[in-house]
């Protein structure tokens, strides 16, 4: 399993579910588990970085692997049509309830008056941008 490779050279890596797991994200400074990690049937493995929403190319060239660790072998057709895995809707409203917190934490601390650190100011425009684009893919 493809999952497999890629779980055992990140770090604190920690089960969320029957395929899915949370890591250190290796493309940045990751302090707290940022990455998602969700093992599909068919072998393919998706990837995202909750915090700064990092290139996959990135997280798996930072531990050494390419792309192709993310997509098992098996014989491609040409009448086949390419899979397009999306997240379960689940997980996408968990990510983006996660987002909206942040977003509205940050709303009250500026209507407060109380100062922005940059770590904060960037988590809120970070957390902005995923809800937004979350929203457009949403159509
Ligand atoms: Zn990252």
Avoid: N
Avoid at 100 to 124: H, K, N, W, Y
């Amino acid at each position: 399993m493809t999952a497999e490779v890629l779980l055992s050279r990140l770090e604190k890596v920690r089960q969320t579910g029957r395929d899915t797991w949370v890591a250190l994200c290796p493309a940045h400074d990751d302090t707290r588990p940022s990455l998602a990690i969700r093992g599909l049937s068919d072998g393919q493995v998706l990837l995202f970085c909750r915090s700064r929403d990092c290139a996959v190319e990135d997280i798996v060239a930072a531990v050494g692997l390419t792309m192709a660790v993310l997509f098992p072998d098996r014989p491609t057709s040409p009448y086949s049509r390419p899979q397009r895995h999306r997240w379960p809707p689940a997980d996408l409203l968990r990510m983006a309830g996660r987002d909206a917190r942040v977003v509205g934490i940050g709303a009250l601390m500026m209507t407060s008056g109380d100062p922005l650190s940059e770590v904060d100011r960037q988590c809120i425009l970070d957390a902005a941008t995923r809800l937004i684009r979350t929203a457009d893919e949403a159509g």
